[in-house]
Nanobody
Framework: DVQLQASGGGLVQTGGSLRLSCAAS????????IGWFRQVPGSEREGVSS????????WYQDSAKGRFTMSSDNAKGTVYLQMNSLKPEDTGVYYC???????????????????WGQGTLVTVSS
């Protein structure tokens, strides 16, 4: 079974940093796009960043560019989202998701991802 385990959320002040981790198992890691999505109450889940584990190419939502960095450790089956210069608007529950194929890794959309982990809460205080 495909399993994704997200961790690393927490409470941080504006300008601080967090690193989220998504540990994956049950599939061939190098054949999948792994994405991070954020959801706040009353809003739809939106794509923040993704990485194609085949070559490490990453995509970022405009608000994340220059502040967030996504990386992959294929040997460990884990992807990371390093979030720097955090802002209150980055607050939300962050979910990692996986789908086979690089075509899903650009401008990631919720309906295109089949496998989801549980969320990890990120709270950025002002």
């Amino acid at each position: 079974d495909v399993q994704l385990q997200a961790s690393g959320g927490g409470l941080v002040q504006t300008g601080g940093s967090l690193r989220l981790s998504c540990a994956a198992s049950g599939f061939s890691f190098g054949d999948y796009c792994i994405g991070w999505f954020r959801q706040v109450p009353g809003s739809e889940r939106e794509g923040v960043s993704s990485i194609w584990t085949g070559d490490g190419f990453a995509w970022y939502q405009d608000s994340a560019k220059g502040r967030f960095t996504m990386s992959s450790d294929n040997a460990k089956g884990t992807v990371y989202l390093q979030m720097n210069s955090l802002k209150p608007e980055d607050t939300g529950v962050y979910y990692c998701a996986a789908e086979r194929g690089s075509q899903y890794c650009d401008n990631i959309l919720v309906p295109n991802f089949s496998y989801w982990g549980q969320g990890t809460l990120v709270t950025v205080s002002s």
